[in-house]
């Protein structure tokens, strides 16, 4: 079975610093992994995933994630908040090509850019 | 706008009623998924067709059935409705089957039991 910890609920950042938003995952099976987002009333969009290529994932709109077995890691980051960012940011996990071809998501992390 | 619409966009309706949620995937993609999200439950998959067949289900009672029509559109049928069926249900396509398939998710139909 696969599921996801997203540490942190909420996370506040200034316009302009890092935004890193972390998860974790359990998975019995090498994973797939992915990140969406959900901005206000409007259904989620895929920013990137990780599918056992490169560790060092590039998605849209310069957010980057690095899958770490050993730490079972998957965090998001972007080097500097534009004010567009805020939104709620969902981790998912895959049983990879093993699994079940089904998505388990994360609570999701709401990211609130101060400016 | 991604391609994928979802009718209604809001649905009101009483405990032990049933209800028809609709939805038309992109242009050319043959996969429909369906998820609920809820307060409770967070976002959770539903269950997934592939050209007019199941092809992976997930956390979907029995009270609740889909199916997926010739045209490719599909319908999520809820019966027998109670409160904690209120969320948010979306519709997702992708060209393929597999999870690695990008999916386009459609902006909702929020549903509400009263």
């Not at chain 1, 980057?64 to 969902?90: G, Q, R, V």
């Not at chain 2, 043959?30 to 007019?52: A, K, P, R």
């Not at chain 2, 409160?83 to 990008?102: I, M, P, Q």
Request: proline share 4%; aromatic share 12%.
């Amino acid at each position: 079975a696969q599921s996801v910890t997203q540490l942190g609920s909420h996370v506040s950042v200034s316009e302009g610093a890092l935004v890193l938003l972390r998860c974790n995952y359990s998975s019995s099976v090498p994973p797939y992994l992915f990140w969406y987002v959900q901005y206000p009333n409007q259904g989620l969009q895929l920013l990137l995933k990780y599918t056992s290529a490169a560790t060092l994932v590039k998605g849209i709109n310069g957010f980057e994630a690095e899958f770490k077995k050993s730490e079972t890691s998957f965090h998001l980051t972007k080097p500097s908040a534009h004010m567009s960012d805020a939104a709620e940011y969902f981790c998912a996990v895959s049983g990879g090509y093993q699994g079940a071809q089904k998505l388990v998501f994360g609570q999701g992390t709401r990211l609130t850019i101060n400016p | 706008d991604s391609g994928v619409t979802q009718t209604p966009k809001h649905l009101i309706t009483a405990t032990g009623q049933r209800v028809t949620l609709r939805c038309s995937p992109r242009s050319g993609d043959l996969s429909v998924y369906w998820y609920q999200q809820s307060l409770d439950q967070g976002l959770q998959f539903l269950i997934q067709y592939y050209n007019g067949e199941e092809r992976a289900k997930g956390n979907i009672l029995e009270r609740f059935s889909a199916q997926q029509f010739p045209d490719l559109h599909s319908e999520l049928n809820l019966s027998s409705l109670e409160l904690g069926d209120s969320a948010l249900y979306f519709c997702a396509s992708s060209v393929g089957w597999t999870v690695t398939d990008t999916q386009y998710f459609g902006p909702g139909t929020r549903l509400t039991v009263l």
